[in-house]
Every structure is written in C-alpha cells, then in structure tokens.
C-alpha cells in the first residue's frame, strides 16, 4: 500500500502533458464553460422557474457543471486564472444561495419536479451530488476557500440522514454510482470518519437491498446483480461500473477489507484480460452503454465511452497504489493514450462520446444505429466534455505514490514534485531522465511497461512485479530509463472474433490506426506484409503491405490479388481530425492463417 | 422473346424437386393451413366483427390466406385433393358472398376499419387485390372454375374505376407493389385488354405522381423516387422492389416497351453486379427491408428476406422470357437453391423470414438488433410461408420456353412436359437426360449454367449468351448433358468489406456454408487451406483448412498460431436445422493476402 501524491503537489512542466495541460486550460475549458452557458446549464444554478427556450435543467446538469468546476479548481491551483475564478464564485454563491436549508442542493428535482426527490434510483441526484462534493473538495484543496465545501458538507449530512438514518428514500442506493467515491474523498478531506461510513453502507447496499429495483428490468445495469463483493465480471452500464469500481478500491484501501480488495482484482482481471478494447475503451454495445460478455468487443459498434475510459483509468490508479503490479498502470496507460485521449479532438473543443475502434462513413446509410463519426461540440447529454476537461487537469495524480521507504513513478511525463524532476517526451519516445532530491536510503521503484520488451536504466535494480526498483545512494540521485519502443504488431485473442486475421499497430503506449484520407478507402482491403518494417516515428508511420485489387464481378471464381502498397497510420486518439473518412484500428495482417 | 411453359404443362416427376414438392404437399400446405386456422386467418373471411382472443384481422391477412390459395390452386391442377379442394371451396364461398356490391373485397378495411379505405397508400390493401387476382387465375386455371376469378374481375373493375377512372382514392399507386403483376396475369388469363391498362396505368404512375406521399418520408422505400423508366438502382424495400421489376418486365413483353425493357435490364444489372448476397438473397438491412447501395452486403445483419429471394428469381424468369441471355437463370437459380430454399426448415414447417449468412448466437446477448437464429412456425407477418409453398408448387413455371423455332430449357429438374422429358438429379449431380418428342427440325437452347466450367453435350451446339443451342435432327431425340459439378471457391469483389479475406464454397449452383455443429465453436478462427481439396458430396463437404490457437492473453504480441483441421460444409439451405449454432457463409481463406 502506498500513498498517492496528489496532483496538487505535482507539476506538468512540460513535454506531451505541458500541450495537452496548456490546450486544456486556453481551448477546452472556454469552450465547454460557452457551451454550458449557451445552453443554460449555468444560469440553470439561479432556480429560475422558467427558463429560456423551453430548455428544462436536464436531471444531470448539475453534475456536467461540477465536474467544469472540478476542472477548474484543479487548473486554479496551478496558476492564477481571475475569469475562471469568477465563473467559479458565482456559482459557488448561487449554490450557498439556492441550497435548501436541509442541505438538498439539486437543479431539477427543485425547479422542475420538486414532488419527485429521492423518488427514483435512476434520476441521477446522488450522481449529481457526488460530482458535487468532488469539485467542492478540489476546490477547497486548491484554494482553501471552504464556501463550497461547508454546503456540500451539509448536503452530505442530509443525504446521511435520509438514507443511512431514517432510510426514507423511495431506494437504497443510487442507480449511477459516483456518490461513494466522492464521500471517501470528503472523508480524506475533512477526516471526517461519518463520510466514509456513509460511502462503506452505499457499497454495501448495492444487490442487497430490496428496496432497489432493477433498472430497465436489468440488475445488471446498474451492477445490483450480486453483492459487490461477489461481483467478478464486469456488467452493465460502463461508466456506472466504473465508479463502482473506484469506490471498492478506495473502501479497500482505507478498510483494509481483504473481500473488497478480492473483488476489485477480480473485476479488473476480468475487464484487462476479456472485456476491454485495445484502446482501454469498454463497453462494448449502445445499448444500456454497457459491457456484454467476455472477447465480446466489435470494432465497428464499440461504445467504448470516453468517459469509461477515464473511469478504468480512475480504477487502476486506485489499484496501483494498494498493490505495487504494473499490469494496473499498464491498462491506465493504455486508457489514456487512446480511449481517453480520443475523446478530445486536436483543437480541444470537439469530443466523442463513443470512441469506435473502426469507422465506414458509407455504412451509415443504412440507417442502422452506428457510433457518430466526427466529434460533436455539444451534447445533450454531455458528460464527457467537463470529463476530459477535469481529468487533463488533474492527470499529475497519476505519477506517483510513496510508502515509507520507496517512491513509486507510475507514469512517465515531463513533470516535477518537491523531490522529483522528471524529464521527458513520453510517449512520444521513451527516454526519461529522473532527479530524486532528499531521498537518500529511499528505494524508487519504476514502472517498466507492459509494451516494453527492451529497456536500460542506468543504475542497477531489481525487477518486481513490473516495477524496478532501484535503491537511491544519495540525496541528489539522478537516473536515466531509456524504454525501446519500437512498433509492434498486436494479436487480438482468436475469440475476439471480428480482430481474427487482423494486427494492430502500437508505438510505446500508443494504438495507431489507418485513415482513408491517408490510405484510400476501403480499408478492409489493406494488409500490413507479413515482414512489415516501421518507419517514421511518433506522429506517423510507415510500412509495406497491400491493398487487393477489385476485381470486374460480384462473385468471381479467382482470388483478388494483392497489389504492393505503403500503409500509414497515424495516433488512434488523432482519428476524425482531418473531416469523416474510413478509420480502422485493426488491419488485416498477411500470413495469419 | 420466348413464351413461358406454364406449369400446368410441366410435371415434376422426381428428383430434388419432386421431394420438394411433395413435402411441399404433405407437410408446408397442412402446416400453414392449420396455423392460418389457428391464428383467425381463415375465419377472417367470414367477416364477424368480433374476433376470437383479441386478434384483429390485420391488413395484410387477405394476402397470406392468398397466397395459400394459390399454392392449393398448383397443387389441386396436378392431383386430386378432397380436403385442399375443400378448404378451397369453403374461402372462395365466403369471398364471394362477402364481397360488397361494388366489387371491393378486403377484410380488414371492411370489418375493422371500413372508414379508411383506399386512404393510406402503405395499408396494403391493393397488394391483397393482388394476390387474391393471382389465386384466383390460378384455381381458374388449374379447376375451369370461375366464381373466384368473376368475383377477382369485379373486384379489378370496381379498382379500375376508383384508380383510373375516378382516381378517387386518396393516392395513385399503392405503396406495396403486387397488383400491377397480377392485373397483368388477369389479361393474360381473360384476354380482356383492360387489365394490362390498368398493370401499365399502376406501373406508369408510380414516381410520376403527386398524389402519392413518399412512405415514412422516404420515396425510395417504395419505389417512388424516379418515374419506372429512370430506376437504374435496386432501392427501398425488397420485396416490393422485385415485385414492380416483375411487372415491368411482363409489361415490357407484352407491350414491346424497349424503355421499360432498359429500366428492367439495368436494375437486374445493378442488382446481381452491386446488390446480392452470393446466396441470391437481397436487402442487405432490416432497416425497411431494404437495399441500402452498391456492395453493401453485411452477413450477419442480412435482411434477405424468403419473399424477396422469390422475387428476385420471378423477375429472372420473366427476363429470361425476353431475351435468351443465361445470366437471368442463372440469377434465378442462385436465388432458389439458396436465399429461397434457406427459408424453408428440413420438414417442411418452420420459416426463416430472414436469411442472415453469418450467426453468431453469442452476440444476440448485446440486445442489438440481428436476425433470429431458428425457424419460426409462426410470424405475426406471415408473408413467407404461404409465399414459399406457392412457389414451390409452381416451380415448373421455370424450366422451359419456347418460341417458333427453338425450345429453352432454362432450368435442370427431373421433370416433363408433353413434349420434354427430362431426367436428371440436379442440383445433387450435373447429369442430364433429355428426350425431345415430336421437334424435329427445331433447335433446343440448354442453358449452361453461369457456376460450370467444363460440360459435355452428346449432341454437337453452338454456344451463345450462356445457352447451347443444338440442333433437332428427329422427333424422338435424346441427348446427354453432363455438367461438371467440383467443389468451387468464389470471392467476393473487394468492396464486399465484410467479405475481405474469406471465400464462399459452391458446388453447382449451392452455396455451402459451416457449422458449428460439425466445427466447434468460433468459426472465424477457421481458414480453408490455400490448395484446398473438397471431398464428400452434395449433402457435406470437407477440406483441409485450420484453426487458430487460442493465446493466453487478450492482446499479446505473437500471432496466434494455426492448426491444420478438417472443415466441414453443408448446403447453405440446410442450415438452422441442428439447434441453434454459429453459421458462415464466408470462411477466411489462406493465401488471400
């Protein structure tokens, strides 16, 4: 177990994150605050009983809001930013006005159907409240101004009542999961021990209680199947299991609870080895946005929310602190670099809700139910834009954790702690040059990749469980990992069926894909050559394969043949940035038989 | 242009098609009958205004009891049958005591919603005119009885008034094409002039007409969207699709129409060139049953309905009529020994709607949309069933034709005529026996099917636009065809993507297809060998191919290693018949690169 340094104490200085930190704060973070005013998700927060152009505050704006907020708070302890911060006061002051005295604080279940609180699991008010008490608590850790906090405190309280206490709520526990994990955070923040005995009975109610109802019939859905405990595969909605997820970890950690601990490494072996795309994405169908069944993972229909992605990612650093094995950052790293980082187009203002592994345009005429293939500025539901804008901000809680005698480097980026300088273009390449100050008689322990078959470090160390620890001689120590990454060819497990035949291509930590507007259309008939040889480098690369040629018939009686082509492909997460055009994670590879 | 030999003049006399024919008999005709019975279908036609058990008789009920009809009209023509006869006599007694004074007939428009006659272009009604006309030509014409074809010939007067005359309805063509083939079967049988007026004045107006609102908002789904003469792509709903081409293939020949006749040629072109499944089935999307564009042809999503595989092969036989060229029947025959027979379960009694190429049970459990996977006794639109007995029962329909000089024998089936006799066990073998009565001095055109590469004639012939035209030295003359029958492997063109890498066996005009019955589960990780060699006969066929291993991981970096294993096919037509399993047509092939 060792002790995650938050972002708070954790600098991006530079290098990949520097540009997407930088294109966080000047380009998403405007835009999605536009949009929200656009559409009357901030004014929203004056309790207006009528409202502009018949737009209703929707059940979850609320919670589309606090996470901007929670961006935001993260962004104002870095720097000081006055527009974001008046945004932030205002709404801040609007719901210190408009709480209830009770402490219920919710848009909706106030303005519009204030007779129907606490009457439906589905209805997302502990969702809402949890992204709540998140921002309040980042807020108030960024800038020690408790405003915002001292409401949500008191929110908590009156959720503590009505559904620990008096249980008078029309069910037990809320049927899109967020509410636990933000109560043990409240707890880390306040040392308040009621806030995560509050988050502990929300865990252990879940497919216990029979005042839940399945949601659309489906236990699953919401993850009520099974007492959490005894969950091992993940089902149902992905970002709820997600949160889920999260939450066990967390209780985990702080309860030492062996049967929780159990099950999240099972839920996250069965999720990294049978139900996540290549991408980190999961979720494999539109329908409840929810994962399906094991290798169950089709390209075309992927769900693969952006939003889930952020929550695997959010799982696994969890993990990676209780127990020091890098198969948990491994599959964080794979999140972010692809699933998540799709989500976001080059500019920063454009995102996908869903992140498809393979795109025809055409096949849209159909008309059947496919993924969007260009990135929308608005949604109606519009969860993962404020998503991506909270994670950017915050993803230095990924780098490292501490326990008493070793520092862990979880992740690689140009970075700096009080005690640690990291430099690096990662994942653009894989040198990393590290600076441990003050850490004399310390051990750090290096997250050697999943993807990486070569690396070389300049001072000794053991190799663990993915993790090279290396002991630190004195108190300016400086090391240098160089991780090989050439391009590799990835197999997809034979019972993924639709991957049978096909390779994807990784560089480090990073998926590519083939576009059409590099490769001509019908990708399909492309193939990478059996001894295909990379080049190029981060940005793009290159190597010799064919395309087949398309023969006179329909059905003819001769084999098409394979013409001499040079395939490129570019970054997955850079798909859909140059206009709609064909895209494939997965490309058909010469001589799988 | 060549006359039809109707099937009143063709005995199936054994062989593939007599077994057809006779389980047609014995168990599709009591079958449909005894659901029909049960579901209302037939006391519908005694038009109570109250109904057993809640079931209102649907729009469409006048047309399924129709086509049943029809079918028992083909059959009563060959053999004496008391209890058909029976069943017969009791519909056309209730037909015609039902039928208003002003020659309207529909059940539905008259005891549930007699208010909204000729109101709505899609509620079928003109579609049931249809198949009642055909039924009732053909009990004419099988029995010389005539009170159903009187009450049919009142029925079209009473629509030649409201349509052509008055044009009082509230549209001009109806949104389900049927009648225009069937008012050209009604000249055919009558000799009166008026009803191919009326065929051409239905066909003429269509996509020409203000009156007509496009259906669900879009023309194409009904073939609205250009005048007849202009269609040059196969769009919208299939059925109805082959159904106008039907009607203005007849109306081409009859009226010696050279632009309908171009029409017909180009959109049988775009159909077979751009628009079929390899099993002749088309409508490649449940999405309004409908072709979507050129090589569109999803296999697991395949729409290819039953009715419109008897379609397509209809509109074939009607081209073959009009100009010797043998890719009609060739289209024809793909169309029957696949997409059609595939409809139809081994005892004759469960009806696939849908005729997918590809089944992967497991992903039902996505919730998503997909066709079902066992045959149905019972469809709440029961157009199938009925329709595939009618066909069966009239197959002769396509063997032969003839003109002044020559005689076509278009298709291959133990069968004769007064001057034809014909043995083979075709499409179980290539060997062919004829024995031509009373021709001398004609010539015989047998066509030499599209799939044969290496055929011998004991007679010598002149080959020309896929038909062997021989010389008929005597009045009693014998030849021998014999068409070389080895197992083939046919590729899709290129932009079939979902074909890509994988090749479909055919032996003579059936397409195969593999289980997982005889293959083990996951059929996507099998591969046929690159050399191939198929063994067996018509009933399964196997060759050398492999499986891929299944890897530990989900993703690893070693392609996954393949195992020679024997693969095992069926008749495609045959599948679903063993339980519920995976199905595909397509099977990826070595050395496809």
Redesign the interface.
Known sequence: MSDPVSYRDVTVTGGFWGELQARNREATMPAVEARFRETGRFDAFRFRRTWQGGKRPHIFWDSDVAKWMEAAAYILQKQSNPRLEQSMEELVALIEKKQRKNGYFNIHFTVVRPLMRWKNRDWHELYCAGHLIEAAVAYYEATGRDRFLRCMVKYAAYIERVFMIEQSAAFATPGHEEIELALVRLWRCTGQARWLALGEFFVNQRGNNGKDKPIGGEARYAQDHLPVREQATAEGHAVRAMYLYCAMADLAAELNDEGLLQACRALFGNI???R?Y?TGGVG?????EAF??D??L?GE?AYSETCAAIGLALFARRMSAIEPDSRYADAAERAIYNGFLAGVSEDGTAFFYENPLEI?P??R?????LPITQRQRVFSCSCCPPNVARFMASFGDFLFSRDGSTVFVHHYAHARTAHIEMETQYPREGRVSLRLLGMAGRRAALRIPGWC?NFSCSAPGELDRGYLYVDIPGDDFSLDLNFEMPT???????????N??R??VMRGPVVYCVESVDNGD?L??L?I??KAEFTGGFDALECDG?R????S????????K?MPERLKFIPYYRFANRGECEMAVWV??????
Chains 1, 2 share one sequence.
Not at 284 to 288: A, D, E, F, N
Not at 488 to 498: D, K, N, S, T
Not at 553 to 560: M, N, R
Not at 588 to 593: A, P
Request: charged residues 25%; aromatic residues 10%.
């Open positions: 990294t080895e049978k996540m290549v494999s169908t539109y329908r409840g399906t069944f290798y169950d089709p229909t025809h055409e096949i005429r159909r008309g059947e139910r078959v590799q060819l990835i197999y997809a497990h034979p019972r993924v069926y639709g049978i035949g390779a994807a019908n399909r008939a193939s050559a059996a064919y087949l040629e398309e023969s018939g329909l059905y003819v009686g001769i084999a098409p394979a058909r590879k010469e001589s799988i038989i």
